[in-house]
């Protein structure tokens, strides 16, 4: 069965760096691209960026460049998200989840991480 | 970045009902005349849950979802169908194109029971 383990709720202040982790299991960790979405309260989905863990090479939203790193480490089948420069509008969800490659729809996704922003 | 526009953003249907989710996407989303697959999928969330994949190749029924569900379109004007609506389908619906990244979704549709 495949399983995406997200890391627990974050509160950090305006300016910090947050870093989610998702480990994921039942699966080889090399086969599918590992995608991160944001869902702020209430609202819609946005693709945020991926990584393909075979290689590393990341493609991220124009919105979030220069302020998102996602890489992945394959010792530990563990992906990772980090959003640097938070702000208030960056309290959200935020979801990692798998797809074969970069031209096929997400299959499985993980429940979520919480990360609030507030002073 | 390909803009995804559903229509409408929230809709009421009886039990037992039809209900009919649009996806409009900006450019099309076919990305080979030879094979006619079309980079877009349906997607469901529930409170509280990750979305759940329903459809993807604009048509193919992901395993295990119900045959009630069902899409259809082409170029850049997508369907989901729900032919008699349960209980248990009330969520929010999204429409999501990989044909390029983003990957954009649509706002999404919140489906109610009238």
């Known amino acids: 069965e495949v399983q995406l383990v997200q890391s627990g709720a974050e509160v950090k202040k305006p300016g910090a760096t947050v870093k989610i982790s998702c480990k994921v299991s039942g699966y080889t960790f090399t086969d599918y691209y590992m995608h991160w979405v944001q869902q702020a309260p209430g609202k819609g989905l946005e693709w945020m960026g991926l990584?393909?863990?075979?290689?590393?090479?990341?493609i991220y939203a124009e919105k979030f460049q220069g302020r998102v790193t996602i890489t992945a480490d394959t010792s530990t089948d563990t992906a990772y998200m980090e959003l640097s420069s938070l702000r208030s509008e960056d309290t959200a969800v935020y979801y990692c989840?798998?797809?074969?490659?970069?031209?096929?729809?997400?299959?499985?996704w993980g429940l979520g991480t919480l990360v609030t922003v507030s002073s | 970045d390909i803009v995804m526009t559903q229509s409408p953003d929230s809709l009421a249907v009886s039990l037992g009902e039809r209900a009919t989710i649009n996806c409009k996407s900006s450019?099309?989303?076919?990305?080979?005349?030879?094979?006619?697959?079309?980079?877009f999928a349906w997607y469901q969330q529930k409170p509280g849950q990750p979305p759940k994949l329903l459809i993807y190749?604009?048509?193919t029924r992901e395993s295990g979802v119900p045959d009630r569900f069902s899409g259809s379109g082409s170029g850049t004007d997508f369907t989901l169908t729900i032919s008699s609506l349960q209980a248990e389908d009330v969520a929010v619906y999204y429409c999501?194109?990989?044909?390029?990244?983003?990957?954009?979704f649509g706002q999404g549709t919140k489906l109610e029971i009238k």
């Open positions: 989840a798998i797809a074969r490659d970069s031209y096929t729809p997400v299959e499985d």
């Open positions: 450019q099309s989303l076919l990305y080979s005349s030879n094979n006619k697959k079309y980079y």
């Open positions: 190749w604009a048509s």
């Open positions: 990584v393909d863990p075979e290689d590393g090479e990341t």
């Open positions: 999501q194109q990989y044909y390029s990244t983003p990957h954009t």
